[in-house]
């Protein structure tokens, strides 16, 4: 089956492989609400509503997502994010975060800052597997989703803030 399709619309159908299950999902409960002999309509409303969340919840996440070419592999175990990269690594735990920042270099290439009262943690926002981070940064409480996604739409050098925590309150 791999050779059966090129390597671009293999990639490009696995970015959008939670989105197409939403949009399964509403088909299924269309299906189920248009023929109204054999299931609950009531049932088909509510997997069309459970299939709109999943595709609005998925388009959030990729826009978040970036290439996974970059330098490094993010890793997010228990609360724990863990970067390891070609020069330099660590790992941050969620519970211990101080602030969260995101800094766009003059080159362009945007990182992750992630401020623990001991160190600083900065993750290429294209490492691989720096696409969890998206779910980790949402248990961040008072953090704005969407100003975290509009802040990878500024591509002014410099540094924006984006969250400030107290240890021990994710």
């Keep these: 089956m791999s050779e059966f399709l090129r390597p671009e619309v ?3 159908l696995w970015r959008w492989r939670e989105v197409l299950a939403a949009a399964a999902l ?7 609400v248009l023929d109204r002999g054999r299931v609950l309509p009531a049932f088909g409303w509510v997997l069309i509503g459970v299939a709109v969340l999943m595709a609005a919840l998925a388009l959030r996440r990729m826009r978040f997502a970036g290439t996974g070419d970059g330098p490094g592999v993010v890793e997010l175990i228990e609360g724990k ?5 070609p020069y330099y ?10 602030s969260l ?4 270099a003059a ?16 993750i290429p926002t294209d490492a691989h597997g720096a696409d969890v981070l998206f779910d ?16 990878l739409r500024d591509t ?8 400030r925590g107290t240890p021990g309150q994710p």
């Excluded at 994010?81 to 990269?85: F, N, P, V």
């Excluded at 690594?89 to 101080?98: I, M, N, T």
């Excluded at 992750?112 to 160190?119: C, R």
């Excluded at 980790?136 to 802040?151: I, Q, Y």
Aim: with cysteine.
């Design 10 to 12: 293999r990639l490009m």
């Design 26 to 32: 509403a088909l299924l409960g269309l299906w189920i």
């Design 81 to 85: 994010i863990t970067y390891l990269g």
């Design 89 to 98: 690594g660590g790992a941050v735990s969620l519970d211990d975060l101080r």
């Design 101 to 104: 920042s995101r800094r766009c």
């Design 107 to 122: 080159d362009g290439r945007m990182y992750w800052v992630l401020a623990e009262m001991e160190q600083i943690l900065v």
């Design 136 to 151: 980790a940064f949402t248990r961040l409480d008072g953090l704005s989703t969407a100003h975290l996604l509009n802040s």
């Design 156 to 163: 002014a050098p410099g540094t924006i803030t984006l969250w």
